[in-house]
């Protein structure tokens, strides 16, 4: 996979353009190669970028047949963690009615009234919830009570569940004004998840954690969310190879048109 394309940053010195003495310029012959080079690189571009979209045709129905078929799954999780992946390696928009059916189907059998009546986990409600909010769903928060004690507090014995502890977090992102159980959740997640890190709890989600405490989900640039995604599925034994296949020639397509429009912009 190509890398990501660098930030072009440049600086000028004020004091220098303020300066009083007389600047030479330079008279440079024009080449004679003129814009031969900067062509003949656009070209071999444009067959690059050619190439690398007719791969992704190629295996663009194959994506969607899975698609279709993990909604086609009974279990719920498989489903959430399917379309949460095709939505964070930036490749949803190639899908977009698949994932308004599947979501709609997945409302109408989870809910009744706005509330998630599916019983389940904490990782899978969070997803579930975060999903459907996402998608402009008003779901009621009040599904997370289940996981408070008998003091009205965040349940301690939740602490240790990392996976879940950072669903949670990512779902409380989606919080509404006043909402004070996700704000609780909030601070509960955020408090814990660094106490995982300093604790080295699940040495394999570590890095996970530390990025989205820095950047939630929503707050993060999406191309720049789908390259550090990539790598964290590549890392998942139970990631699946075609959509990660897919979603890298998709993003080094996006990336070879960048370039290519940075050096319009330059040339």
């Given at each position: ?38 062509a ?102 009040g ?56 604790n ?28 550090y ?28 048109l ?10």
């Amino acid at each position: 996979m190509s890398a990501v394309v660098s930030a072009l940053s440049s600086s000028t010195h004020p004091a220098t353009a303020a300066s009083n003495s007389t600047r030479h310029t330079a008279d440079f012959h024009r080449t004679i190669w003129g814009n031969h080079f900067l062509a003949y690189a656009s070209d071999n571009m444009e067959v690059e970028v050619g190439k690398m979209k007719q791969q992704r045709e190629m295996i663009t129905e194959d994506v969607r047949m899975k698609f279709l078929s993990t909604m086609k799954d009974h279990n719920l999780s498989h489903k959430l963690n399917f379309i949460d992946s095709v939505q964070r390696l930036g490749v949803s928009y190639h899908f977009e009615s698949e994932i308004d059916e599947a979501l709609k189907q997945i409302y109408n059998s989870c809910t009744k009234n706005n509330i998630i009546t599916h019983d389940d986990d904490l990782y899978s409600l969070g997803l579930l919830f975060r999903l459907l909010r996402q998608q402009g769903y008003r779901i009621s928060s009040g599904v997370f009570n289940k996981f408070k004690d008998e003091t009205g507090n965040f349940s301690a014995r939740l602490q240790n569940d990392v996976q879940g502890l950072l669903s949670l977090y990512e779902a409380a992102q989606y919080r509404v004004k006043e909402e004070k159980i996700l704000e609780e959740a909030l601070d509960f997640t955020q408090n814990h998840l660094v106490r995982s890190l300093k604790n080295q709890q699940s040495p394999s989600l570590a890095p996970h954690v530390k990025h989205s405490l820095n950047r939630p989900l929503h707050k993060g640039m999406p191309r720049l969310e789908a390259r550090y995604y990539m790598s964290f599925y590549e890392e998942d034994p139970a990631h699946d190879k075609v959509l990660l296949t897919f979603a890298k020639l998709d993003f080094n397509i996006l990336q070879k048109l960048h370039q290519k429009e940075l050096s319009s912009v330059t040339k």
